[in-house]
């Protein structure tokens, strides 16, 4: 019975161990030997030769308190999570925030949780960086123990920069990247980008004729990383690939470069399309008539989608790739926000302005993104009208994209806000706060139907500021039902507030535990 599973030493205690064999001290010694195998990391299997001593950790161990606080959120991890109900935390929402803040402040991993951090790391990829960062060298050696944890020996290994003064060229470097697995070479690629972005090129361009046309897609989506003038020849040389994707993205990364030879012809092309009609005083366009050779090469995608005029569609693609210092010099020196406002000919202005609204956005530039995002709205009208208002906020700066979405939610409310709030910072400035719970609060007071909140509610617990808990603790009474409410809404909206609050205070906590 001793090298029974778990499993096997569960269905025992359960049937007896009359009907399965042995007797009851059997079983208590095997499932004392289990215990100490799973703490230990160890998958029952024949003695072997005993494992190396666990390396030394250097970095300071957590606080009691936080690493009480880390058994509790490992333990709850597997709680469920869509459409729960109840006022208390959720721990397993809590556990990627507590794990970059114990990571961020250089603490190491107590050593009996680090296989239930593992398993954690194992069961959700968006823990892995965080979690196998506070694991440390400790989380790697007992990886070497057990299969079910190897993914953090290939992490590690796809992960891990060059050390300083190493070349990218190097032999570990060069080994896993000609010997890794797919994924492997991917994050090694995107890494070598962030510290040497020259030799991650050279790296990729040395094996680049070798590679499936799948992977050659990913390799080269590594390159927006410290994408540069210095990457331009290689992805022109990219725009004859065999593969149109790869042909396309090759395309999409040059006309991020506005210095870049397509640039340059994408922004001839888009002279011919669109003009300044002094008489009229409006823009003019004329769109291409067709999608010759050297238009398919600059990654331009001849056949439109179901429902598209190939005209209007190539039109779009051949604006968005144009640089948009273009536009101030076609317009006689006007500002961005100055063209914005220019009338446009022939029902051309929700393509032209969707157009820019792609390129503002490919080219990060925040002049034109503001422009198009226009003022900061105050009225129920005042709606960006063409392109994805959240993408254009995330060309902003922190500061003035909270208070962007705080007073666009003051006006309009949160129906349309979900998607601004999640490129918002973290946690959220206390204008946009402020905002947020205002309008959840206006909600409740109008009767709307509670649940169709529950995403911005779970978005608050996690980016608010704690400090926000004192201005949402009135919220938590149930509030008086009328004849407009839903039936038990005013129940499920104290219960949010409630669970809103609490998790507010655990956060708070949570953070005083790991100072």
């Known amino acids: 019975m001793e090298t029974a599973t778990w499993a096997d030493l569960v269905g025992t205690a359960l049937m007896g161990t009359e009907r399965k064999g042995g007797t009851p001290a059997e079983l208590l010694d095997a499932a004392a030997v289990a215990v100490l195998r799973r703490r230990a990391g160890l998958r ?5 030769k005993r494992p190396a001593t666990a390396p030394h950790d250097p970095r300071p161990a957590l606080p009691a308190a936080a690493r009480r606080r880390l058994g509790l959120l490992l333990a709850d991890r597997s709680g469920g999570s869509g459409g729960r109900r109840g006022a208390a935390p959720h721990l397993a929402e809590l556990l990627p925030q507590w794990l970059g803040e114990a990571t961020a ?9 680090l296989p239930a951090l593992l398993d954690a790391a194992r069961a959700r ?8 960062a506070l694991a440390g060298p400790r989380g790697l050696w007992l990886a070497e123990l057990n299969t079910d944890w190897r993914f953090a020996l290939r992490a590690s290994a796809s992960g891990a920069a060059p050390a300083a ?4 060229d190097g032999p570990e470097v060069r080994q896993l990247w000609e010997e890794g697995l797919f994924a492997e070479r991917v994050a090694l690629l995107t890494r070598l980008r962030s510290r040497d972005p020259g030799g991650a090129l050279e790296l990729l361009r ?4 070798g590679e499936r046309a799948e992977d050659r897609l990913m390799f080269l989506d590594s390159l927006r990383e410290g994408l540069s003038s210095a990457d331009e020849p290689f992805l022109e040389q990219a725009l004859a690939d065999r593969s149109r994707n790869v042909r396309a993205t090759a ?3 040059l006309s991020a470069l506005p210095g870049s030879a397509l640039a340059g012809r994408m922004a001839a092309r888009a002279r011919t399309c669109v003009a300044w009609d002094a008489g009229d005083s409006r823009i003019v366009v004329e769109a291409p008539y067709e999608c010759d050779a050297a238009m398919e090469r600059d990654g331009v995608v001849a056949t ?4 598209r005029g190939e005209r209007s569609w190539w039109f779009g693609q051949v604006v968005d790739a144009a640089p948009l210092g273009t536009w101030p010099e076609r317009f006689g020196g006007r500002t961005p926000q100055e063209i914005i406002t220019l009338p446009v000919a022939d029902d051309w202005q929700g393509d032209l302005h969707a157009a820019w609204c792609r390129a503002a956005v490919r080219q990060r530039d925040a002049a034109w993104a503001r422009a198009l995002l226009g003022p900061i709205p105050t009225t129920a009208t005042a709606v960006a009208p063409v392109g994805d208002p959240a993408k254009l906020l995330a060309v902003l700066p922190a500061g003035e994209r909270a208070e962007w979405v705080a007073r666009f939610i003051a006006s309009h409310g949160l129906s349309e806000a979900f998607q601004m709030l999640a490129v918002c910072a973290v946690p959220w400035a206390e204008p946009l706060g402020r905002a947020v719970v205002d309008a959840l609060d206006i909600a409740r007071d109008a009767g709307s139907y509670p649940w169709s909140f529950s995403g911005v509610m779970g978005l608050a617990e996690r980016c608010l500021d704690p400090a926000e808990a004192d201005r949402a603790t009135p919220l938590t009474a149930v509030p008086a039902e009328s004849a407009d409410t839903s039936p038990g809404a005013g129940a499920y909206w104290a219960e949010a507030f409630q669970r809103l609050v609490g998790t507010l205070r655990l956060r708070a906590t949570m953070s005083e535990e790991l100072a």
């Open 44 to 48: 029952p299997a024949a003695a072997g």
């Open 105 to 113: 402040r250089g603490y190491a991993a107590p050593p009996e949780l």
């Open 125 to 132: 990829t968006d823990l892995r960086p965080d979690a196998l």
């Open 165 to 168: 003064g190493e070349a990218s």
């Open 206 to 209: 040395s094996g680049w004729s």
């Open 251 to 253: 395309a999409e990364l």
């Open 304 to 307: 439109p989608p179901a429902g």
